[in-house]
């Protein structure tokens, strides 16, 4: 049966929701904007860039390669950027990566390039790519790069750095290695056969190293006399109103939670591009390689209505080019439907097809998330903006099994809009991140899809088809579901469609410290993402541990009312740690996930659905801090292990640092604090007063680069890019009977067991002699470093810098790094 329609002449908004880290739907393009993409059809090159993680790539060169040389570009990024900082925040691991792949995204979209990912897990810094390798799985990695080539099918490579030591970072390192490696074996059908069931062979003409001198503008790196050619890429873009330095500043300004806004620089810039394998290019990146439509069989008549559509484009009327556009869809029609450039191109033309008619199409949930098997209101929504003949033939929505027949000739300019009510599939999976639903295989993420692999992020499993008729021809749309609604200050905004289970639950804290034996309170959130839940919840603690009451029965009425529970938690009489796990019992299935959103102005909403679970340790440790300052910087979870611990935490806002500091036990600055907060320059006389008036100040790391004051502790201090990789390094203790090491724990080797990701960065590298240090570690095959714990005594209070990773490890649950804390607050009480 035909399904019923309502037709309304007017487009309705969409309410409700949350309002933050949502953005607005991209806009058409302009005209110059449409014709570039005109000049792009008759190109037929393509290029592979490859690092390792985001913000590695050089987005001039992809700027230049994608909007002057007008080749299909891409950049493979290794890893997420699961590992690195987060200055805009405290999501750390999976979470960062997250966001750090939207950025990448954004800057996508920007500099024109595509963007593909591997399995490979950010780990953080490694010093030689040998641990890189061994950590990620050599093989495994390398077959992702393989798979990717064999996939995209580049014409020539590019590596951001050297495969050896000159890179630095072991990530580099091996992203240079690996893309080397990958270069020569995609062409060889022994390696990685079982590919070959999805992709074939593929034999890139070259592989080249994007090099740079550190210092020295404009100057080839000494390759031990290699060839290179130099490019000049600092070009200006008439169509786009832009030179492909501001492309870049704007592409690499995305890259917020690394703080890397960038200004352009308007001026000629020239790479140079050194030999690596393959056959060496004599003037030109695309050297021997055929980027004309000569390289596809039969293709002439293709080529011939390229070049009219180009030459006849009229900026004032693109519609005018609709005719040629339908003529060179059926030609391409039939080519050889395998050939990579074929399958492009037309897309791309079915795409121009859509903006030279300026034809607007979706559909818009009812609401921002539905459970599977729900049912869910759509507007759907079409409006052709030319004064040219389209008709719409029908619309097909997930989960309804037929097309709606229309028929529709469409009125210019007239908005059409349809409501219908749609079962939502009961089999779909929930908008877990397909990287993220197996648990992370050590260094690697599983995904059982072989044609996931790359994939940025998940396709869409929620869409309307459109097909309309254009001269005769159909074609057929997919559009994802997005929600949008009307926000009363920014207008119009969108935010991706969520499938949810049907209830996760919260625990409010990610860790439990009990300090004694005594009992504990567990505040357990119940979320309900559809109308009348009624189920059972309970707790799962580890042997030993008792939980009462053993079961809370709720029924939640409405959808995402978000009912609070309260269990008490007795821990063993000895010290222990183990996972406490919240589960709901509902309809005789046992739901065990929370519900995490990432919200941030800059990219669309991420939610994520990690295990409900949380560490908890019967540990023995003692806080004489009872009152503490923090000083908040880049974002860090250290406050909340200082209220497990006892402390009762006070931000210290302006306000809180123009007055009293004296009451304070202790004051702790955050993680890079020193970098971000302008206020530190101000206060930072009054920080050392209050240590040699008798107070405690903790600082934890900060870079060198961009400090606000000169220095940020009582005698001077150099910070480095020293660091240890190795979590399990030796500790060395250099004064065993110091406080730190004694009081009110005392710390022993145990407690630098089952840290996580390193031991620490940006150590102090110089001090001055009335500094003491605690503590050495190195990683194999280094000397020993002393800069990862320095103390001082100023006047009458204690002053602490440390580069030891609390912001990594509290978080974690690691039992001794709650006991040094501990004691670095606890100094002197």
Request: proline share 7%; charged share 20%.
């Amino acid at each position: 049966m035909r399904p019923t329609f309502t037709y309304i002449l007017f487009l309705i908004l969409l309410g409700g929701g949350p309002h933050s880290g949502v953005r607005a739907q991209t806009p058409s393009p302009s005209s110059s904007a449409i014709f570039q993409q005109f000049k792009k059809l008759d190109v037929l090159g393509s290029v592979l860039y490859l690092a390792a993680h985001p913000d590695d790539e050089n987005t001039l060169m992809l700027a230049y390669l994608a909007q002057d040389r007008l080749a299909r570009t891409a950049y493979l990024s290794l890893t997420r950027g699961d590992g690195g900082q987060n200055l805009i925040g405290s999501e750390q691991g999976y979470k960062i990566g997250l966001i750090r792949t939207q950025e990448l995204l954004a800057a996508r979209r920007i500099d024109g390039a595509q963007q593909f990912f591997s399995r490979a897990y950010d780990f953080g810094f490694s010093k030689t790519r040998d641990e890189t390798l061994d950590f990620w799985g050599k093989e495994k990695v390398l077959g992702d790069v393989v798979w990717l080539i064999r996939k995209y099918q580049p014409d020539v490579m590019i590596t951001r750095f050297p495969p050896d030591e000159r890179a630095g970072h072991g990530h580099h390192q091996a992203s240079a290695y690996l893309a080397e490696e990958a270069f020569r074996l995609a062409a060889d059908p022994s390696a990685y056969p079982e590919q070959l069931k999805e992709v074939k062979t593929w034999k890139t003409k070259r592989v080249v190293w994007n090099g740079y001198s550190r210092g020295f503008a404009n100057q080839p790196p000494d390759e031990e006399g290699k060839p290179y050619i130099s490019v000049q890429i600092g070009g200006y873009n008439p169509l786009l109103g832009q030179s492909y330095t501001e492309i870049a500043a704007r592409s690499r300004s995305q890259h917020k939670s690394q703080g890397f806004g960038a200004s352009p620089i308007r001026d000629l810039r020239t790479d140079y591009l050194i030999h690596k394998d393959g056959e060496p290019a004599q003037k030109d990146l695309f050297d021997g390689v055929d980027v004309s439509w000569n390289r596809v069989k039969g293709s002439q008549e293709v080529a011939r209505l390229v070049k009219q559509a180009i030459q006849g484009f009229s900026v004032e009327n693109p519609a005018a080019s609709v005719p040629t556009l339908v003529k060179i869809h059926q030609a391409l029609a039939k080519l050889d439907q395998g050939n990579t450039y074929v399958q492009a191109k037309k897309e791309e033309v079915q795409q121009l097809i859509q903006q030279c008619l300026g034809l607007w199409f979706e559909s818009n949930p009812a609401d921002f998330a539905v459970v599977p098997g729900e049912r869910i209101m759509l507007s759907t929504n079409v409006v052709n903006r030319a004064k040219y003949p389209v008709k719409l033939v029908s619309m097909k929505w997930t989960g309804r099994t037929s097309d709606s027949t229309l028929n529709l000739t469409l009125e210019p300019f007239k908005g059409y809009n349809y409501l219908t009510t749609v079962p939502v599939p009961a089999q779909l999976d929930n908008s877990q991140p397909y990287w993220l639903k197996k648990p992370l295989d050590k260094g690697i993420f599983q995904i059982d899809n072989q044609r996931d692999v790359g994939y940025p992020e998940n396709r869409p499993p929620t869409f309307t088809e459109f097909t309309f008729e254009v001269d005769g021809q159909r074609f057929t749309y997919s559009k994802p579901w997005i929600y949008k609604f009307s926000d009363p200050v920014e207008g119009e905004m969108y935010q991706p469609f969520e499938l949810r289970p049907p209830v996760t639950t919260t625990l409010n804290e990610p860790v439990y410290i009990f300090t004694g034996p005594e009992p504990q309170s567990v505040e357990v959130l119940v979320q309900a993402h559809k109308s009348n839940v009624k189920g059972t919840l309970r707790l799962e603690v580890p042997p030993s541990w008792k939980v009462t009451p053993a079961s809370i029965e709720f029924n939640v009425d409405e959808k995402y009312l978000e009912p609070s529970f309260t269990f008490t938690v007795q821990p063993p009489a000895q010290a222990g740690e183990g996972t406490l796990r919240a589960v709901v019992d509902v309809n005789g299935q046992a739901y065990t996930q929370s519900l995490r959103s990432i919200k941030y102005p800059h990219i669309p909403v991420q939610s994520v659905f990690p295990a409900s679970e949380a560490k908890v340790a019967r540990l023995d440790v003692k806080n004489k801090a009872q009152r503490v300052g923090y000083i908040a910087g880049a974002g860090d979870e250290v406050p909340a292990a200082l209220r497990q611990m006892g402390s009762q935490v006070t931000f210290l806002n302006e306000a809180q640092l123009s007055g009293d500091l004296s009451h304070y036990d202790a004051i702790v600055v955050g993680v890079r604090a020193y970098n971000t907060e302008d206020r530190l320059a101000v206060y930072q006389q009054k920080l050392l007063s209050y240590v040699e008036k008798g107070g405690t100040l903790v600082v934890q790391y900060a870079t060198a680069s961009g400090l606000k004051v000169p220095q940020i502790g009582p005698y001077p201090l150099s910070i480095g890019r020293d660091r240890v990789t190795e979590e399990d390094a030796d500790m060395q203790f250099l004064k065993p009977e110091h406080p730190l090491l004694n009081y009110p724990n005392k710390i022993t080797r145990q407690d630098f067991e089952g840290w996580v990701q390193e031991r620490g960065l940006y150590f102090a590298t110089k001090w001055d002699p009335r500094y003491q240090t605690i503590l050495a570690s190195h990683d194999q095959g280094e000397p020993p470093l002393e800069g990862s714990l320095l103390y001082a005594s100023y006047g009458k209070g204690h002053y602490m810098y440390t580069g030891l990773s609390f912001f990594r490890e509290l978080p974690a649950g690691v039992t001794g790094a709650y006991r040094l804390f501990a004691n670095l607050i606890s100094v002197g009480k």
